[in-house]
Nanobody, 122 residues
């Protein structure tokens, strides 16, 4: 079983910064991609940022230039540095990991963290 544990959410004023962290643990062969989604009240879950095995990164247009994703492959962790936060960034942020279950597996299994609340006040 794979577990993702997130930390770092909270309440911050507009223009402030927060750093989210996520650590994957359990039994698996490797991780293909790790990243962050968010879900605001009444809205669908949306991609914030993802980093693929290696160094390929994708960001939502709304966070480009403000958020930075980083990953430690050896520790199976991913972090999201969020700067210049805006009230529109208020949401529950979910970490995800696309897991390769075993050597030779041809499928990926996506796991999710429990979510961490980020609230940005105006």
């Amino acid at each position: 079983q794979v577990q993702l544990v997130e930390s770092g959410g909270g309440l911050v004023q507009a223009g402030g910064s927060l750093r989210l962290s996520c650590a994957a643990s359990g039994s698996f062969f490797s991780i293909s991609a790790m990243g962050w989604y968010r879900q605001a009240p009444g809205k669908q879950r949306e991609l914030v940022a993802v980093i693929i095995s290696g160094s390929s990164m994708n960001y939502a247009d709304s966070v480009k230039g403000r958020f930075t994703i980083s990953r430690d492959h050896a520790k199976n962790t991913v972090a999201l540095q969020m700067n210049s936060l805006e009230p529109e960034d208020t949401a529950v942020y979910f970490c995800h990991a696309d897991i390769v279950p075993a050597l030779g597996s041809t499928r990926l299994v996506r796991y999710w963290g429990q979510g961490t609340q980020v609230t940005v006040s105006s």
